[in-house]
């Protein structure tokens, strides 16, 4: 499968972004899916991930009550609604999808990645 990441941009601390994820070329409702993100300088890590099933959600914790993360099978793509952002969410965020699978939350248990969505929160 492959993925197209959009909706990033510029921000006001305080804001709101809502980014997508469009898949191509599988069977989208197999998928388990995830957005991880990568400042400047560090590490990829979790944002949220959501099954390919019962659509059951995680998220990192402290990203919860912030960060929604959905998925619409029909439209082949997945949503993060991100509220309240801070400057600290700046980075580059990517759409990542693992055939088969149910909730993941490493960046070794994926397959597919997308290109990545630069959000940038200005304070």
């Known amino acids: 499968v492959q993925l197209q990441a959009s909706g990033g941009g510029l921000v006001q601390a305080g804001g709101s972004l809502r980014l997508s994820c469009a898949a191509s070329?599988?069977?989208?409702?197999?998928?388990?899916m995830g957005w991880f993100r990568q400042a400047a300088g560090k590490e990829r890590e979790f944002v949220a991930s959501?099954?390919?099933?019962?659509?059951?959600?995680r998220y990192a914790d402290s990203l919860k009550g912030r960060f929604t993360i959905s998925r619409d099978n029909p439209k082949n793509t997945i949503y993060l609604q991100m509220n309240s952002l801070k400057p600290e969410d700046t980075a580059v965020y990517y759409c990542?999808?693992?055939?088969?699978?149910?909730?993941?939350?490493?960046?070794?248990?994926?397959?597919?990645w997308g290109q990545g969505t630069l959000v940038t929160v200005s304070s």
């Open positions: 990542a999808a693992k055939l088969g699978g149910g909730i993941l939350v490493l960046t070794t248990q994926y397959d597919n």
């Open positions: 070329g599988g069977t989208f409702s197999m998928y388990g």
């Open positions: 959501i099954s390919r099933i019962t659509s059951t959600t």
